[in-house]
């Protein structure tokens, strides 16, 4: 399994922007690597995945024009540039990672611990 840890978390305020980033250990450049969040109460949302290459993305459609994953596979990283963040956006963001892009939690084997992000408004 691919060990993951997120980076990056904070408080922001609404409007600003913030980036985190996902490192992993061996295996990290053989995955799909996707971003999900949690707010309290409420179900695992996805956010974005990237393929092996980094040439093929998917965003949710809360999040689409406002945020980018991208992936440096020499560094064994993926980020997630969020930007126009909204309070809405408040919630634990995830890092997973699997071998096929996809929307449910279900499709990826291995997950970070997560970290927290905070917009305030």
């Known amino acids: 399994q691919v060990q993951l840890l997120e980076l990056g978390g904070g408080l922001v305020p609404a409007g600003g922007s913030m980036r985190l980033s996902c490192l992993g250990s061996?295996?990290?450049?053989?995955?799909?690597v996707a971003w999900f969040r949690q707010a309290p109460g409420k179900e695992r949302e996805f956010v974005a995945s990237i393929n092996r290459r980094g040439d093929n993305t998917h965003y949710s459609d809360s999040t689409k024009g406002r945020f980018t994953i991208s992936r440096d596979n020499a560094r064994d990283t993926v980020f997630l540039q969020m930007n126009s963040l909204k309070p809405g956006d408040t919630a634990a963001y995830y890092c997973a990672a699997g071998g096929v892009p996809s929307s449910t939690p279900q499709s990826y084997s291995s997950w970070g611990r997560g970290t927290q992000v905070t917009v305030s408004s």
């Open positions: 061996q295996y990290f450049n053989a995955s799909v």
